[in-house]
């Protein structure tokens, strides 16, 4: 099995946040020289970036092309936050996160604490905000489990960290607290993983394409029940190759499904 060698990966990373940065229309050529990514790099992000569940809109106009604002298929993801009570904060926190505005989460304790929230996660079955002090710089997490309220508020603030070190320090939390394994699955030729909530952290996730036409898709993950459960809406098409661990508790998983049918 290949992975991405150090430089690919983050050149992966690299385009990918990039993208994510587009909000209208621009013209390819301009974006590969504005971010100083040469046609070759891009075009191998391109052609890897359907197995990260990604829709790279790529328009001909005139001579060249049109590039449109990145699209992530994220239909998931609304399931995992049904049964929590923090669910209406959490949306408006992704919303934040997404237009990089600043909020004042007060907590229990009555502290408070002025943050950029930068993403939700879940761990250990718990919420979380990743989120950059505005006072100190420094990177921290917030457990929604702590927090009492919250107040959107609308300034500039100039972030010290690309999102790149954003996906970087979540993976440090998770190898830290010993909680990642690295997940690999076979995917039965034509098929495509389906989309899995962007709460559900998947650190380095990479794929290659073995000699009969299945895809080897790998990722460090924190074992879940929502890990099962998206596991589960694809059994027929995936075979999990490693680790063991999760491949038996998976077995365990959809036997009790099956009884409970």
Same mark, same amino acid.
């Not at 060249?64 to 298929?73: A, G, I």
């Not at 250990?124 to 489990?145: A, C």
């Not at 380095?204 to 029940?225: C, D, F, M, R």
């Given at each position: 099995?290949?992975?991405?060698s150090s430089?690919?990966?983050?050149n992966f990373?690299?385009i990918?946040?990039?993208?994510?940065?587009?909000?209208?229309?621009?013209?390819?050529?301009?974006? &590969?020289?504005?971010?100083?990514?040469?046609?070759?790099?891009f075009?191998?992000f391109?052609?890897?970036?359907?197995?990260?569940?990604?829709?790279?809109?790529?328009?001909?106009?005139?001579?060249e092309f049109?590039? !449109?604002?990145?699209?992530?298929?994220?239909?998931y993801g609304?399931?995992?936050?049904?049964?929590?009570?923090?669910r209406?904060?959490?949306?408006?926190i @992704?919303?934040?996160?997404?237009?990089?505005?600043?909020?004042?989460?007060?907590?229990l304790?009555?502290?408070?604490?002025?943050?950029?929230?930068?993403?939700?996660?879940?761990?250990?079955?718990?919420?979380?905000?990743?989120?950059?002090?505005?006072?100190?710089?420094?990177?921290?997490?917030?457990? !929604?489990?702590?927090?009492?309220?919250?107040?959107?508020?609308?300034?500039?603030?100039a972030?010290?960290?690309?999102?790149?070190?954003?996906?970087?320090?979540?993976?440090?939390?998770?190898?830290?607290?010993?909680?990642?394994q690295? &997940?690999? &699955?076979?995917?039965?030729?034509?098929?495509?993983?389906?989309?899995?909530?962007?709460?559900?952290?998947l650190?380095?996730?990479?794929?290659?394409?073995?000699?009969?036409?299945?895809?080897?898709?790998?990722?460090?993950?924190?074992k879940?029940?929502y890990?099962?459960?998206?596991?589960?809406?694809?059994r027929? @098409?995936?075979?999990?190759?490693?680790?063991?661990?999760?491949?038996?508790?998976?077995?365990?998983?959809c036997?009790?499904?099956?009884?409970?049918?």
């Amino acid at each position: 099995m290949t992975s991405f060698s150090s430089m690919e990966d983050q050149n992966f990373w690299n385009i990918l946040f990039n993208l994510e940065e587009i909000r209208k229309p621009i013209s390819l050529v301009s974006f &590969l020289r504005k971010n100083h990514i040469n046609r070759d790099e891009f075009y191998m992000f391109y052609e890897k970036s359907h197995f990260y569940g990604l829709s790279i809109d790529l328009r001909p106009k005139d001579d060249e092309f049109l590039l !449109m604002p990145l699209s992530w298929r994220r239909d998931y993801g609304d399931i995992l936050l049904e049964n929590t009570s923090h669910r209406e904060l959490i949306k408006d926190i @992704q919303t934040a996160c997404k237009d990089g505005r600043v909020c004042e989460f007060t907590f229990l304790d009555h502290s408070k604490k002025k943050v950029r929230p930068w993403r939700v996660v879940l761990s250990q079955n718990l919420y979380k905000v990743i989120s950059e002090d505005v006072v100190t710089k420094k990177l921290i997490t917030i457990d !929604m489990n702590e927090v009492d309220d919250i107040e959107f508020q609308d300034f500039d603030y100039a972030s010290m960290y690309s999102r790149f070190e954003i996906e970087e320090y979540i993976n440090a939390l998770r190898h830290i607290d010993g909680s990642d394994q690295r &997940l690999v &699955l076979k995917l039965n030729y034509g098929f495509e993983l389906t989309p899995i909530s962007n709460l559900i952290f998947l650190g380095h996730p990479y794929s290659t394409t073995n000699q009969y036409g299945e895809i080897i898709w790998a990722a460090s993950v924190e074992k879940s029940l929502y890990l099962f459960d998206w596991l589960y809406s694809m059994r027929d @098409q995936i075979e999990i190759l490693e680790p063991s661990c999760i491949k038996e508790e998976f077995e365990e998983f959809c036997q009790k499904r099956r009884n409970a049918a």
